[in-house]
């Protein structure tokens, strides 16, 4: 019996032994390895990253950016090192993980990258440096709900691949491809996830971003797809190829295997693929970074099984480490600095910045066709590889500023810029300039006087139909030729994807200039009338080819923005060149001429090129305009429609102008005026008629423009016949050139102005701008300028707006230039406005106000101070606890704290309060460039018109 009592004893004190060895062993085995020593689920991720916060409180914060279908949160983990605040002139960078929630290599290795940044953080110096200099973000999974139905093991598709309304996260974003998709309707039938993803994208100014994927073994760059979508094997260049080539190499390259090029059955060269060239992936996440902000993305296949056994997870952390950490270095390659108003650059701010920022100016680079904005303190960041670069900063009510910079591969170059703020004394031509501008403009209804005005005129080289291509590479020419007068932009799609293109030509084309009227030529909305099409293109070489060769020209482009459209209906067109009977509809056999709103008419489904032009025109503060059809010699004039829709005389409030502007084309015309007769019952006197006593045209173009616009636009029928041989294409030039002189130079008639503020000085935008006895109000523009277009004689003119005292100007117009007023309102203030302003205009005051808070201020801090003398101190060390998690030791007992805190619920929502302030949900002001660039997407403004 004792032996047997001895031999239980020895056993049982064995088993204690070995339990205790074992535990002290497994303690051994640092966190970064259990880590990556199996997956981890939504809780548990959650719980580590709240975990992760609570012991590195100084430099890290998680916080969610939305939920998904099943009301997962979305979390990010952000990493600098002033967790706080949002430091001046420091880049954002991100990393997003599992949008496929089946490919699950890159939300777990990006779990061990943030615990490699924050452990290293103090004791690395290339990792401090990195996040000393960087804003760092890292989404684990975009796709929590997809991962928690897939298993382990399962190396080819699943189930969990989409969320859980079965949807691909990486094909619903917007496709810039795609003519449905505009800036009002971009996030209409998005998934919650995409949703959550693309107002992040669009709210932050993140630099460089890499999206973690499974299946292959390469690093795929830009474009994802191609207007063609063929299938594979079709290069789809962005305009950045060499700047994303070079991530992709540096990706690949730092990776143990990747840049072999050979895994999972592929061949990539150097591990690097053009992503349409590979698959074509329509709506994808990597072109909406490029396209619609200020990001550049690439895609990176990390393994060829999606989701590979636990035990493969240390090899895949290893193979990516490195590579991760040099990719992440990459965002401060190239150009980067301030942009600020010149006037008090050389002070220093609150946020410790030189001059006023200017938030969301545009930065261009001569040559690619890809800009980028300044966020919240003007600073930008340019990524570019070595080389030599023009790069111009652009400001609403700034004056351009281009400055030379040489990019090498040693770090990021500085590059600051400090704009002048424009005035109407900056503009190149006076007052007396104008007049004699309008002067010579007038004279063009003269056959007696054009001569002697343009008869040295260089004239277009070739008269002949340009197909969509021929007519993408003339603009292209034109551009390149004159890229100081000269802008060519894109502000829409056809139903058919074809891009409509705008070319701007002025002394400063890039911006609208205070003071300075926008006119805009539109023609061939119907496709098969293409005599405006190739007028327009010749009137576009003609422009440029005499600027700083003929004075009126000269002149006429120093003192206008004019945008000349040659097709809105490639589609139709491209019809019509086939079978010259059919094209006059667009693809989805709509009349656009019959398209736009009307109050006439009940509301209908609008197509893409007709919400192109509506955006556009909204956008841009036209002043005048015409648009170019065929099939009869007129110009026709509002109203085209009325509420009987009778044939008869339906003029609009502003008749007696619309007569004035329509004759200075007829009569500049060579043959219009004579009333041409193209079918029996035509009859137009002086050429011209109001649209809607010829026939009803219910839902024209011309109408929509006068009913919810400033721009006063007419229809210009140019022949008798609408297809044109090209025999007689020069014949219909002569006949019309001065014709087109002469109506954009009307733009220049009427009143102009500035409304301003009486006390700041500062432009009042949205002032209504009315007419006494005319009932069609105009408004001002950002800068505070508007015209207003008026024919010969005294008026009076009353000028409102909500936070002002009305204001009432008698004046008169003459046949000449505009009349000018500067005009100054008071605002509407009660009695604390009042005394604010008599405080801030009495310096005296302003002193004495001072030194009394100073006063108060002491004093209440002295007895703050004696107050606090008085209470128990606190233990100074508790600023630096790190929580019940401490990471200096590792062991197993750690990482069990990691996925068993209590204190989740306080954690999160104490995250989600302390959110940076740059995280403003639901506002799309920073959106980048969205339908009016060239070839590649807002919020901003006027970039998005802005192209080298």
Not at 123 to 131: C, H, S, V, Y
Not at 471 to 492: A, E, Q, R, S, V
Not at 603 to 616: C, L, N
Request: charged share 25%.
């Amino acid at each position: 019996m004792f032996y047997y009592v001895i031999f239980v004893l020895f056993l049982s004190l064995q088993t204690i032994f070995c339990s205790i060895e074992k535990r002290i062993s497994s303690d051994d085995v640092p966190i970064s390895e259990l880590l990556v020593s199996q997956y981890h689920n939504y809780e548990k991720m959650k719980q580590i990253l709240e975990n992760f916060q609570k012991s590195y409180p100084h430099i890290s914060k998680v916080y969610s950016i939305g939920k998904s279908v099943e009301n997962r949160d979305l979390l990010v983990f952000q990493i600098s090192d002033h967790i706080d605040r949002i430091e001046p002139g420091e880049p954002m960078f991100k990393y997003v993980g599992n949008i496929h929630g089946d490919e699950t290599i890159g939300r777990e290795i990006l779990i061990s990258l943030i615990y490699h940044l924050l452990s290293n953080y103090g004791k690395d110096e290339k990792i401090t440096n990195l996040i000393n200099s960087t804003n760092i973000y890292i989404m684990p999974s975009a796709n929590p709900d997809g991962f928690e139905k897939v298993k382990e093991g399962s190396c080819d598709f699943s189930n969990g691949r989409h969320n859980a309304h079965n949807i691909d996260l990486n094909r619903n974003f917007p496709d810039q491809f795609d003519p449905r998709v505009n800036s009002k309707n971009m996030f209409h039938n998005r998934e919650p996830e995409t949703v959550a993803l693309m107002n992040w994208i669009l709210n932050n100014k993140f630099v460089l971003s890499a999206n973690l994927h499974g299946g292959a073994l390469v690093a795929s760059y830009p474009f994802d797809d191609s207007k063609l979508h063929k299938m594979s094997g079709l290069y789809s260049t962005s305009p950045d190829d060499k700047v994303f080539r070079h991530l992709a190499l540096v990706y690949s390259k730092n990776h143990k295997t990747m840049h072999k090029g050979q895994a999972c059955g592929d061949n990539f060269r150097n591990g690097i693929t053009n992503g349409a060239e590979w698959y074509d992936v329509p709506g994808g996440m990597q072109d909406f970074n490029y396209i619609h902000s200020n990001c550049f993305e690439i895609t990176l296949e990390l393994s060829c099984c999606k989701y590979p056994l636990a035990k493969n997870l240390k090899t895949e952390w290893e193979n990516n480490r490195e590579a991760l950490i040099n990719y992440m270095a990459q965002v401060h390659m190239g150009v980067k600095g301030f942009v600020s108003d010149i006037s008090d650059a050389e002070y220093l701010n609150s946020d410790q910045i030189y001059g006023t920022p200017l938030k969301n100016a545009i930065i261009t680079v001569q040559g690619i066709q890809y800009n980028v904005t300044t966020s919240n303190y003007g600073d930008y960041w340019r990524l570019l590889t070595p080389g030599t670069y023009n790069l111009t900063a652009y400001a609403n009510g700034y004056i351009p500023e281009t400055k030379q910079v040489e990019v090498n591969e040693n770090g990021v170059v500085v590059l600051n810029f400090t704009l002048k703020k424009e005035s109407l004394g900056d503009i190149k031509l006076t007052q007396v300039d104008l007049e004699n501008l309008v002067n010579k403009i007038n004279l063009l209804t003269s056959p007696s006087e054009r001569s002697s005005l343009l008869g040295d005129a260089i004239e277009p080289e070739k008269f002949i139909h340009h197909n969509h291509e021929e007519l993408l590479g003339f603009m292209k020419k034109i551009n390149k030729k004159f890229p100081l007068i000269t802008k060519f932009y894109k502000f829409g799609k056809s139903v058919n994807g074809q891009s409509l293109y705008a070319m701007i030509i002025s002394d400063n084309p890039s911006v609208h200039e205070q003071g300075e009227p926008e006119f805009k030529y539109v023609a061939n909305i119907h496709g098969d009338e293409v005599l405006g099409r190739e007028l327009l293109i010749n009137l576009i070489e003609y422009l440029c080819e005499n600027y700083g060769q003929n004075d009126l020209i000269t002149s006429l482009i120093d003192a206008t923005r004019i945008h000349i459209v040659p097709t809105v209906n490639p589609d139709g067109y491209a019809r019509a060149r086939k079978h010259h009977s059919d094209g006059r509809l667009n693809e989805n056999k709509v009349d656009l001429n019959r398209n736009f709103p009307s109050p006439f008419k009940k509301k209908e489904k609008m197509e893409p090129e007709t919400k192109a032009i509506i955006e556009w025109s909204k956008y841009i503060p036209f002043v005048l305009s015409a648009n170019l059809h065929s099939g009869a010699m007129v110009v026709n004039y509002p109203y085209d429609d009325n509420p009987s829709a009778d044939n008869v005389n339906s003029p609009s409030p502003d008749d007696p102008v619309f007569v004035m502007i329509s004759k200075s084309y007829s009569m500049a015309h060579s043959k219009m005026f004579s009333n041409i007769r193209c079918r029996s019952g035509d009859s137009f006197p002086g050429g011209i008629t109001n649209g809607a006593a010829w026939y009803v045209a219910r839902g024209s173009m011309q109408d929509w423009h006068y009913f919810e616009t400033n721009d006063f636009e007419v229809t210009i029928e140019l022949s008798c016949e609408k297809w044109i041989d090209e025999a007689k294409l020069e014949k219909y030039w002569n006949d019309n050139k001065y014709a087109l002189i002469s109506y954009l130079g009307q733009v220049h008639k009427g009143v102009r102005g500035l409304v301003l503020d009486d006390f700041s000085q500062k432009p009042i935008s949205n002032a209504v701008v009315q007419i006494a006895g005319i009932s069609h109000n105009l408004t001002t523009y950002d800068h505070g300028d508007f015209w207003r277009l008026l024919t010969p004689g005294n008026y009076s003119l009353i000028i409102s707006h909500p936070n002002y005292e009305k204001k009432r100007i008698e004046f008169k117009v003459g046949k000449s230039a505009a009349t000018f007023l500067k005009i100054f309102l008071k605002q509407n203030i009660g009695k604390f406005e009042k005394l604010t302003q008599v405080v801030q205009r009495n310096n005296k005051t302003l002193l004495i106000s001072g030194i009394v808070l100073l006063v108060i201020s002491f004093t209440l801090l002295t007895l703050g101070f004696y107050h606090r003398r008085r209470q128990s101190n606190f233990d100074k060390r508790r600023r630096f606890r790190l929580g019940n998690a401490n990471f200096g030791i590792p062991g197993l007992s750690q990482y069990e704290q990691l996925v068993s805190s209590e204190d989740e619920e306080e954690i999160l929502t104490t995250s989600f309060s302390s959110k940076k302030s740059s995280f403003k949900t639901g506002s799309s002001e920073n959106s980048k460039k969205f339908l009016f660039t060239d070839d590649e997407n807002e919020e901003d403004e006027d970039k998005l018109f802005i192209q080298k």
